[in-house]
C-alpha cells in the first residue's frame, strides 16, 4: 500500500503504528527519525525502523506517509521543519492527544502541504512510554478518532481511513472542538484527578504508609496516574480550557456529593451513586457508534 | 480446625470466606443466614453453606467461629440479635470496610460477648457483589486489617489470626483510627472522586456519547463506580469525617495543579507530574510492611 514511511518519533505510538503497518505488510520501507539518537539506534536494533534519518525532513523526504508521533508542544516545529519535504499526494498525520491546537499549528506552519494533513487521535496506550513497549496490536480494536480539516485532500482522507481499518483500528471523525471536549472529560481529566490524587495523600504525614495499604481499587483508579510526565504536562496545557471547563462539572458533581454527605442523607446519596454505578456498570469500551 | 461456621451475610465476602475456608478444610459444617431468604436459598444451591438458619441468631448457636458480613449499617442489630447465642470460647469477626464505628456498635451492643470480638477488614472486592460472585480465592495474597480492641480476648485474636493466614491472607495491626485513616485516602476518597466523575460528565448535555469514547484508562479509573450503592452510602457516611478530612487534602493538591495549568506553568506543572508518576511507578499492591 506504500513505498515509504517516515515515522517521526520512534516511541511508542509511533514505534507501535510502524510495527502495526509492517505486520500488515502495507509498506515496504520504513525510515526513522527521533530527537534523542538513542531512540532511533533502538527502534532500528529492535526492527522497528529500517533506515535511521538524520533529521525529520530526511525521514519525510520521498515517503508516501508521514507519521508525527512526537509531543504535542513539538508538533509545530516538526511541520515546519517537514513540510518542504512532503511530496503532493503524501498522507501525514499526527497522534496527538489534542487537536485544536495542532489543527492551529498546521494552519501556521504547513503552508502549502496542509493538504496532505488529515489529524489522528488514536485512543490508545500504556502507562510507561519508549519504543521498547511499542506493540503491533496496540491499535488492534481501539478507536482511531480523525479531525478532518477543510484542506484536508480528499485522497489523503482516504488513505487515512484505510491505513487505520488495515490495522484494526475503529474510526470516529470528529470535529477538533468535539474532539477536545470530549477527551478533556474522558481523559485529560481523570489523569489530572489521578495525579492530584497520589500527591494528596503523597503529602501527608505518614502517606507512604497510607499509600502501601491500597487494595485493588485503588491500582485500577491510579493506573494512569504513572503516566510520562512531560507527555502529560503538554496534553493539560494544550486542552487547558476544555480541561479547565470540564473540571468545573466536576467540581460541581463532588460539591454535590460531599453535601449529601455532610447532611447525612442517606436516600439521596445511595441514589446519585446507583445512578452512577448503574451508568458504569451499562458502559464498554468502544461502544461508541457515529451518530449517538 | 472448627466445627461450626456461623455465617451472617451470605454475600461476595461472606461467601467467599466460607468457601475458603471449607477448601481449606477447617470447617466441618456452616450455617447460614442472609435477610433476603433468596440469597440464603442461593448460597445453600451454590454449595456455600450447608445449612439454612432462620434468623441470624440461630446461624450464631453453637457456632464456634461467626462471621458478620451484612452492610456495616446493620452491624450494630446484628450484634444485639447474636450476643445471646455466642459461646465464651466463641470468635466472632466483622468484614466491614470503616472501624470506628464497628467498634463502637460492638461495645454498645455486645455487653459480656465482647471479648469475642475481632474487627476484621479484609482488603478485597469486586465491582459486583452477591453470593454468585463468591470465589474461594478471594482473599488469597490480599491484606486484612485487623483492629483488636482492649476487650478482645487473646484466644480469639490468636485463632483470627490464624484462620485468615490459613486461607492466604496477609495480616496487617491497626488502631480503628489508623485503619479509618488510611482506608478514607486509599478506598473511600477514590470511590467518592468516581462516582462524582462519572456523574459529572453524565449530566452535562451529550454526556452518554462523550462517555461512550472513553479507553483504557477511562475504563480502569472508573472500575470502582460500578460498586454497590447501597454498601458504598453506608461506607462514606459511616467515616465521613475521615473521608471529608481526605477530600480536603485532595481539593489542596487539586487547587495547586490547576494555578500551575492556568499559569501556564510548564517547569512546575512536569515537576508535580512527575513525583505523582514516580510514586504511582514504584508502587506494588500488598507491599505494607507492618512499621514502615
Known amino acids: 500500500m506504500f513505498e515509504r514511511l517516515g515515522l517521526i518519533g520512534c516511541g511508542l505510538m509511533g514505534g507501535s503504528f510502524a510495527l502495526a503497518l509492517r505486520q500488515a505488510g502495507l509498506v515496504r520501507q520504513i525510515a526513522g527519525f527521533s530527537a534523542s539518537p538513542t531512540t532511533t539506534q533502538r527502534a532500528l536494533e529492535l526492527g522497528v525502523i529500517d533506515v535511521q534519518a538524520d533529521s525529520a525532513a530526511e525521514a519525510a523526504a520521498g515517503a508516501d506517509l508521514v507519521l508525527v508521533a512526537v509531543p504535542v508542544a513539538a508538533t509545530e516545529a516538526t511541520f515546519a521543519a517537514i513540510r518542504s519535504a512532503l511530496g503532493a499526494d503524501t498522507l501525514l498525520m499526527d497522534v496527538g492527544s489534542t487537536k485544536s491546537d495542532v489543527v492551529a499549528a498546521a494552519e501556521r506552519a504547513l503552508g502549502p502541504a496542509l493538504p496532505c494533513f488529515v489529524p489522528a487521535h488514536p485512543i490508545a496506550g500504556k502507562e510507561r512510554s519508549g519504543v521498547d513497549h511499542a506493540d503491533a496490536a496496540l491499535y488492534q480494536g481501539r478507536h482511531v478518532i480523525l479531525t478532518p480539516m ?32 470530549t477527551f478533556a472529560a474522558v481523559s485529560h481529566l481523570p489523569h489530572l484527578l489521578a495525579f492530584a490524587f497520589i500527591d494528596g495523600i503523597a503529602r501527608q504525614p505518614g502517606g507512604a ?9 485503588f491500582r485500577d483508579f491510579t493506573r494512569i496516574a504513572a503516566a510520562d510526565p512531560r507527555m502529560w504536562r503538554d496534553v493539560l496545557l494544550a486542552n487547558r480550557q476544555e480541561l479547565l471547563d470540564q473540571l468545573r462539572h466536576h467540581r460541581q458533581a463532588l460539591a454535590q456529593f460531599e453535601q449529601l454527605i455532610e447532611a447525612g442523607d442517606g436516600a439521596a446519596l445511595e441514589q446519585r451513586i446507583a445512578q452512577a454505578s448503574d451508568t458504569r456498570a451499562a458502559w464498554h469500551m468502544d461502544s461508541f457508534k457515529p451518530g449517538t
Chains 1, 2 share one sequence.
Open 150 to 181: 477543510a484542506t484536508s485532500g480528499a485522497r489523503q482522507l482516504a488513505l487515512a481511513q484505510e491505513v487505520w481499518a488495515a490495522i484494526g483500528a475503529r474510526l470516529v471523525e470528529m470535529t477538533p472542538a468535539a474532539h477536545d471536549t
Open 209 to 217: 504508609a497510607i499509600l502501601a495499604l491500597g487494595g485493588p481499587g
